[in-house]
Nanobody, 115 residues
Framework: QVQIVESGGGSVQPGGSLRLSCEVSGIAFDRIFIEWHRQAPEKQREVVAT?????????VYADSVEGRFTISRDNAKNTVYLQMTQLEPEDTAIYYCRVPGNDYWGQGTQVTVSA
């Protein structure tokens, strides 16, 4: 059984940083794509970052977060990270981790950016 657990969300001021974690179990972690999505109030869910399986580990970002967010993976810990810097109020959302090949989703973690 695949389980996905996100953590690391919280409240931060504009310009601040947070690191989200996504731990995945029950699947060959190093062989799968992982995506981070987010959903802001009254907006559609959008994908913000994707990382390819090892050994590629290629990362792709949404234009809105390019240069500010970094996705990475630690296969020894079955965990994908989303390092978020220069946060803006527009980044406020629930952030979800997804395994696209099987459409598995985590429960989400709230990120709030406000003064």
């Amino acid at each position: 059984q695949v389980q996905i657990v996100e953590s690391g969300g919280g409240s931060v001021q504009p310009g601040g940083s947070l690191r989200l974690s996504c731990e995945v179990s029950g699947i060959a972690f190093d062989r799968i794509f992982i995506e981070w999505h987010r959903q802001a109030p009254e907006k559609q869910r959008e994908v913000v970052a994707t990382i390819a399986p090892t050994p590629l580990d290629t990362a792709v970002y949404a234009d809105s977060v390019e240069g500010r967010f970094t996705i990475s993976r630690d296969n020894a810990k079955n965990t994908v990270y989303l390092q978020m810097t220069q946060l803006e109020p527009e980044d406020t959302a629930i952030y979800y981790c997804r395994v696209p090949g099987n459409d598995y989703w985590g429960q989400g973690t709230q990120v709030t950016v406000s003064a």
